[in-house]
């Protein structure tokens, strides 16, 4: 049961329902009902363009406002759904709120593209661009508001698979982010055969970009490989200005982490683009965006 295994059928418990211990069986039914009665949210954490400073996307973030625990984080819960077929149903969720939430900002003036994180078991699920391709029509969405964030070790499992579906997402008109880049494998191989359009560089080597040669040769690096691939490269986990200043220096197209704004629910970042709107003097209706 510890080691998860991408190349299983969704339809069935990893190693037998069997072996899984009853808290996870108890935890995933009570996530299953969460998902039918409101207790999923979405957070959204804004990212900043270093070109015009302006905010241009918005990454969705899951959370489960559980009954006795208070908010969770993804890492409480997303382990043990991805370890069962739930994650199909959850995927089907955070794709069809984050577009619904996409276009009721888009109606009211606000056109702010979402990313929303893949995980590594829906790139096995052979009706993923289906769903996908379906949902954005059902919101009136063009695919380009969309990004999709998937992790290298999503890919390296069953590449030929992991191929073909990226490459039918891509032709869907889907953007595709290769998440948390440099904690995985084969990066390079994923990057140069694979249809991105955008790297993240992992929050890992972000955060102590000022303090710590190593990981500010890591970051320039990357940004070199990524701009030399004709990829956009997104820093994360920005978390304070002058690392956001280094940042910028350094070439990094988009910016996300605490210092710019931690993940909000969805009100509060139409209200984070109208101050800042207000504050650059802009009369735009939804924010400050594309700017
Ligand atoms: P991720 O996609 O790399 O998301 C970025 C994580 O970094 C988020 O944690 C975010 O809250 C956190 N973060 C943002 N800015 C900062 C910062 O300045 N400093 C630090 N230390 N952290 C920062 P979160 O929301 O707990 O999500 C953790 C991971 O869970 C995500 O990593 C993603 O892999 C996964 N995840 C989240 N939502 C979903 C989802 O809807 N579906 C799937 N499959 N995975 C998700
Ligand atoms: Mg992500
Ligand atoms: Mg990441
Ligand atoms: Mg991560």
Redesign the pocket.
């Known amino acids: 049961l510890r080691a998860k295994r991408v190349g299983e059928s969704v339809g069935l418990w990893d190693a037998g329902i069997a072996g899984v211990r009853p808290e996870e069986i108890a935890l995933n039914a009570q996530l299953r009902a969460a998902i039918g009665r409101d207790e999923l949210v979405l957070?959204y954490?804004p990212v900043q363009s270093a070109r015009t400073g302006g905010i241009v996307g918005a990454?969705?973030?899951?959370r489960w406002r559980h009954p006795s625990r208070g908010l969770l984080?993804?890492?409480e819960f997303?382990p043990i759904a991805e370890r069962s077929p739930l994650i199909a149903d959850?995927?089907r969720w955070?794709l069809d709120e984050a577009l619904r939430q996409c276009a009721a900002w888009d109606a009211g003036g606000l056109h702010l593209p979402v990313s929303?994180?893949?995980?590594p078991r829906m790139l096995v699920i052979d009706d993923l661009p289906r769903v996908v391709s379906d949902s954005i029509a059902a919101h009136r969405l063009a695919p380009d508001v969309l990004t999709l964030?998937i992790?290298e070790s999503a890919l390296v499992t069953q590449p030929a698979r992991a191929a073909t579906m990226l490459g039918q997402l891509r032709s869907h008109g889907v953007a595709l982010s290769l998440?948390?880049f440099g904690t995985g494998y084969s990066s390079m191989e994923i990057l140069k055969t694979l249809p991105f359009d955008e790297v993240?560089i992992d929050?890992g080597f972000v955060?102590d970009v000022r303090g710590s040669l190593p990981d500010a040769a890591i970051v320039r690096s990357v940004l070199d490989l990524g701009h030399r691939l004709g990829l956009r490269v997104v820093g994360?986990?920005?978390?304070d200005e002058r690392t956001l200043t280094m940042m910028v220096d350094f070439g990094c197209d988009l910016l996300?982490?605490?210092?710019i704004s931690?993940?909000l629910p969805a009100e509060r970042v139409r209200e984070l683009l109208r101050t800042r709107a207000a504050k650059a003097g802009k009369v735009v209706p939804g924010g400050d965006v594309r700017c």
């Open positions: 957070y954490q990454e969705a973030l899951l984080p993804p890492g997303l959850l995927t955070v929303v994180n893949l995980s964030e992790t998440d948390d993240k929050r955060t994360e986990g920005i978390e996300q982490g605490e210092a931690p993940p």
